[in-house]
């Protein structure tokens, strides 16, 4: 086995900074949709019909999905991590074949490593996924509420997640400059220390392989 992550602690600058800004992330916004364009498909589509149309309805549609967006990024990204003890950074594989790279980048939405660095279900980006979309039942019109809605949306938003996922592993990393040749962005082990995001940690005993 490899030696899994150095867990995000919420002592660690890295950490706090993902407390801190959960919504503002680059490399986040980059590889997910936003709601300018899903509320302008929602528009043009009359989504949400309730809303009406011209540029009252698009406001009101954007300002509902703005929201929605935001609330899953801080209840996945800030919250549910702190409770479950997950670290949800997306580590790039780059090596084997495409189809592993796939399975790979899409497991990643619903499996996470925890503080130990063992895999577990993701509960932090599903769970945040689906509560931000039950909270939407407060804004949304009573048309648009439901069970129902609830989950084909949480489902939709995590299905967003691996596709964001497969953007980082295949498109990502050929638009980013200065990437060290041989890069994976996988964490290493040298000398007692984990090295990930460029900084070191101690090494654990726990996380040694048996």
């Not at 990930?196 to 726990?206: A, D, F, H, I, V």
Request: charged share 20%; aromatic share 10%.
């Amino acid at each position: 086995m490899g030696k899994p992550a150095a867990p995000a602690t919420g002592n660690t600058p890295g950490a706090q900074q993902q407390l801190r800004s959960p919504i503002l992330r680059p490399s986040h916004r980059a590889a997910c949709p936003t709601p300018t364009g899903t509320k302008f498909a929602g528009q043009t589509k009359n989504v949400f019909p309730a809303y009406g149309s011209g540029i009252e309805g698009y406001g009101m549609r954007y300002g509902a999905a703005l929201a929605t967006h935001v609330s899953a990024d801080l209840l996945s990204r800030a919250a549910y991590p702190a409770i479950f003890h997950q670290d949800l950074r997306y580590f790039y594989k780059g090596k084997g074949s495409i189809g592993s790279r796939v399975l790979y980048a899409i497991s990643a939405a619903v499996m996470a490593r925890d503080d130990d660095g063992r895999w577990r279900p993701n509960y932090s980006n599903v769970l945040g996924n689906f509560s931000a979309v039950a909270i939407s039942n407060l804004y949304y019109s009573s048309s648009d509420r439901g069970a129902s809605l609830v989950f084909l949306n949480g489902l939709a938003d995590t299905g967003g997640d691996a596709a964001a996922n497969l953007a980082r592993e295949f498109l990502l990393k050929r638009s980013t400059s200065h990437v060290p040749k041989g890069a994976t962005g996988q964490p290493q082990w040298t000398d007692g220390q984990y090295l990930t995001l460029g900084r070191s940690r101690q090494e654990n005993p726990k996380h040694r392989d048996q």
